[in-house]
């Protein structure tokens, strides 16, 4: 099986491998280094791409090993996007090693090579994630609800790594007092204050890593979402249906983009995740409510259709048994 695996797609799967072992070194790092950059543990930031990058390249090799059509091209983009993940780690688990900042430093020659090195790789992953996407949305998954994750999860997850470059502006104390940084993940306040832990999202002011990071992994989120309700429909009637579950994921991705959009808006405004106010704490119960109340809909409305006749399966049952 982990041979089978592999094969989806060779170099991905290798980059899976060694973000696996980068994992591991990061965590005995964070236990045998006291170093910290930024107000953060050193080893932290190298953790947390190791992790995000493995699910990123395991999702993309599963995807491109399933297309039915173009797959040679995305083949050979998704060995471009191998190679650009494992530049931007290698430079992020040597800028921790040496106890500096990897994003947003110019503060000598060596250092904006090294930022510059990263914003290429990143901008070129982009750009062929981008072309590959176009090859995925032919990708037909058993169910209709799988397949519509999958389409919605690749735009949401494209827009969330847009907002990466929301963060490579110069802030203006940096326009003002350049100090060898130029740009900032938090706003209104300084990188490196108060944050939450690991995860070292700002606490007192808006941090864009948050829905860069919310929206990047609906490529993960969304589809598992699809795959939790065809298993939970073979236990609970309510959910069996295909067009119930399609139906949900529809809502749930819905609302998962608003989330995105409402979290970039809340980081523009220097508003921390942690502290909601106004319209964004609204906002966030607004979404919260509209997919709760569009869920208990769709299930009211199925719980309220004709019983079946005695030992005839559901409508639903019979169409997908013809399709198939």
């Known amino acids: 099986m982990l041979r089978r695996a592999y094969d989806w797609h060779r170099p991905l799967m290798s980059v899976v491998v060694l973000m696996a072992v980068c994992a591991v070194t990061s965590i005995v790092g964070l236990m045998v280094d006291s170093r910290e950059i930024l107000g ?5 930031k190298p953790l947390k791409f190791s992790l995000s990058i493995l699910l990123y390249s395991l999702t993309w090799a599963w995807f491109i090993a399933r297309l039915p059509r173009w797959r040679r091209p995305a083949h050979i983009l998704g060995t471009v996007i191998a190679v650009t993940l494992v530049i931007e780690q290698v430079l992020i688990t040597w800028a921790a090693a040496s106890g500096t900042t990897s994003h947003f430093n110019v503060s000598s020659a060596l250092h904006t090579a090294v930022w510059a090195t990263m914003a290429a790789a990143i901008t070129t992953m982009y750009l062929c994630t981008l072309v590959t996407s176009a090859a995925v949305f032919f990708l037909r998954l058993p169910t209709a609800s799988a397949t519509f994750a999958v389409r919605a999860g690749i735009v949401v997850a494209l827009a969330g790594i847009g907002v990466a470059f929301l963060m490579t502006s110069p802030t203006a104390a940096q326009l003002s007092d350049p100090a060898g940084i130029i740009g900032a993940h938090a706003v209104g ?12 999202w700002s606490i007192q002011g808006g941090d864009y890593r948050v829905a ?6 609906a490529l993960q989120v969304l589809p598992l979402l699809a795959l939790g309700l065809d298993a939970a429909g073979r236990r609970a009637r309510p959910l069996a249906p295909p067009q119930v579950q399609l139906r949900l994921v529809i809502a749930a991705s819905a609302a998962y983009s608003a989330a995105l959009v409402l979290l970039t808006l809340q980081a523009a405004a220097g508003e921390s995740v942690v502290r909601p106010t106004g319209p964004f704490l ?30 005839q399966a559901p409508p639903s049952v019979l169409s997908a048994r013809v399709e198939s």
């Open 282 to 311: 609204a906002g966030g119960w607004g979404i919260v409510i509209a997919f709760v109340i569009t869920a208990g809909i769709v299930l009211a409305r199925q719980s309220a259709a004709p019983s079946d006749l005695p030992g």
């Open 189 to 200: 306040v300084a990188d490196g204050g108060p944050g939450l832990p690991l995860l070292g």
């Open 212 to 217: 860069h990071f919310i929206g990047m992994h």
């Open 40 to 44: 953060a543990p050193a080893w932290a």
